[in-house]
């Protein structure tokens, strides 16, 4: 028999039966107290610009839920605040302390100044609420002037609704300019769609659609596949989170598992193609983490294989936590500047970038000439003098760029052990088109010199590919890494782990335990559900049995 009770006072309990005392016992009742919540540090916003929210909640019995609020500074009086969930790894600890990611960038407010309040509430609902912080929300820099046109046309939307005509009128001048969003298609049809919405459609969610619509299309002309893939793995980390803080069943952490999984490879994937292209411009971004540490994609595909396992063993705490390291190390990943925290061979790759890119304009310069004083000069007629003298000094330029590609030729093939041969090609065509200049002909130096300027394409290409693929093998410890750098052999790596190791140990801060715990864990999950499906058991059994499990 079980009797439930809710004791409001007293000093002793007893039991009865049949009018006979079979117990007593002296209590005192201790008020349950409410939580308290507060921020470790001020809101700020991440390297890959999410709110972070450091965070210490305290209670006697443990924080069931927390939230942050968050209201707009000089909002109507009828727009509600924002409330944003933050899991909590361990409900049950008396004191926790964590770091919460939140990507609000596309959200309408962002960019505008906002007050942000921590909110706790434990199991009897109690609600302890942390003081107020001011912060302007965290806004995504859209470079591409489209992007950048469209994203302030959709922050007045938020600042000042009764603007939308003259914003729709916007959007369909902008649509009606292809040319200056690369003709995409996709484009011209969401922002006139996004227009006619706002002139006719005066429904009550329709801005908050249209914003949305804007959102993506900006983030389509602004960086392509790397923004659809970042969102996407946001979005997975997120729902991953949330099942293993609420208590999903095998089957479906198992998914979001391998959900997880493929959008890290496909973020991955589009990072190197986004890094690919910034050397071909001359640039040589490596991938760090906030100590400027470089990370192989690799470790952390070994994060989400780790937490699996845990998840598979019933430690779900753990794996919860360690995908909060996940999610901290892949929210500070980043390009460093490229002054600091630079290997010499990364300064040495980015100083050639740099130098091919000068070559590029210098050949373009020489080309353009070139074809200037070959038109000018008509067949028959002799030579000007001063087209002749500038012939001799363009031939003095063109041997001085040759000779500037023979060393970068020699220092490539220190570097990277070879060069590409596109780079040879190159320098044969200069050696032409010297030779063209110095005889005053230079209708016969134009050729030569667009293909040099051919070939230094072809050869920047193959050189960026090349450091890529160096920096890749730079450990030799596997494929995909995103970059490589011998440790010094000072401090732990990104994930925690002394340098020189050899072994995948656990990641600072977070508890794993070994395999001999992880076998027992399962053995001891097992045994509890065959247990639970014996519905013979005494109630009071299984009731202790379910909540045993709620606990995995």
């Known amino acids: 028999v079980k009797i439930e009770r809710v004791l409001s ?19 005192q009742l201790i008020p349950d107290s409410p939580p308290e919540v507060a921020f470790t540090a001020p809101p700020r916003k991440s390297e890959r610009l999410s709110l972070r929210l450091d965070f210490e909640t305290t209670d006697d019995f443990g924080v069931e839920a927390l939230s942050a609020r968050i209201t707009r500074i000089a909002a109507s009086a009828d727009e509600a605040p924002l409330e944003i969930e933050i899991f909590l790894a361990q409900q049950s600890a008396q004191v926790q302390t964590g770091s919460s990611f939140h990507d609000l960038t596309a959200h309408p407010w962002a960019g505008l100044a906002v007050e942000v309040q921590l909110v706790a509430r434990d199991a009897l609902d109690q609600e302890g609420v942390s003081s107020a912080a001011r912060m302007v929300l965290p806004e995504r820099f859209f470079e591409h002037p489209v992007a950048r046109a469209i994203i302030e046309l959709r922050k007045q939307l938020t600042v000042d609704p009764g603007t939308r005509d003259g914003v729709a009128r916007r959007l ?41 619509i804007l959102w993506e299309t900006a983030l389509r002309i602004e960086e392509g596949e790397l923004g659809l893939a970042e969102r996407d793995l946001r979005s997975i980390q997120e729902a991953l989170m949330e099942a293993l803080a609420q208590g999903a069943d095998d089957a ?37 983490d906030p100590e400027g540490r470089l990370i192989e994609s690799q470790d952390l595909k070994d994060l989400i294989d780790q937490a699996r396992r845990l998840a598979q063993n019933g430690a779900r705490e753990a794996a919860l936590e360690m995908l909060s390291q996940l999610q901290n190390i892949l929210e500070n ?33 020489l080309l353009d000439r070139s074809f200037r004083r070959s038109e000018r000069l008509r067949p028959g007629e002799g030579g000007d003098p001063q087209a002749a003298q500038d012939n001799q000094v363009d031939a003095l330029s063109q041997e001085e760029l040759r000779q500037q590609l023979g060393e970068m030729m020699r220092q490539l093939g220190e570097m990277l052990g070879d060069m590409p041969q596109a780079l040879g090609r190159a320098e044969q065509e200069m050696r032409s088109a010297r030779d063209a200049l110095q005889r005053n002909e ?18 920047m290409q193959s050189m960026a590919e ?33 340098e020189g190791m050899g072994s995948r140990e656990a990641t600072k801060g977070v508890e794993i ?27 009071l059994e299984l009731d202790y049995i379910d909540r045993l499990l709620r606990q995995f």
Do not use: K
């Open 172 to 212: 369909e001048e902008v649509a009606s300019l292809p040319q200056h969003y690369r003709h995409d298609t996709l484009v011209a049809l969401a922002l006139f769609t996004a227009g006619q919405r706002l002139s006719h459609d005066h429904g009550e969610g329709t801005i908050g659609e249209v914003q949305e």
């Open 466 to 498: 090349s450091f890529l693929q160096m920096f890749d093998n730079l450990q030799e410890r596997g494929s995909g890494n995103l970059a490589n750098r011998p440790g010094d052999g000072s401090g732990p790596d990104p994930l925690g782990r002394q």
């Open 252 to 288: 479906e952490i198992q998914r979001l598992l391998d959900e997880l999984q493929q959008a890290l490879d496909r973020f991955l994937a589009a990072l190197a193609e986004q890094a690919l292209s910034q050397m071909q411009g001359g640039e040589m971004p490596p991938n760090m």
């Open 333 to 365: 990943l980043r390009a460093r500047p490229m002054a600091e925290q630079m290997s010499d061979d990364f300064q040495d790759a980015h100083r050639m970038m740099g130098q091919m890119e000068d070559m590029l304009g210098q050949q373009q310069d």
């Open 513 to 539: 335990p070994d395999e001999g715990e992880l076998r027992r864990s399962r053995m001891i999950l097992d045994e509890l559900r065959r247990r639970r499906g014996e519905r013979q058991r005494p109630p």
């Open 9 to 27: 006072g007293g000093s002793l309990l007893e039991v009865e039966a049949d009018g006979r005392t079979v117990g007593s016992w002296p209590i």
């Open 442 to 459: 230079p209708g016969q130096a134009v050729h030569p010199q667009a293909r040099s300027l051919d070939q230094l394409q072809q050869g």
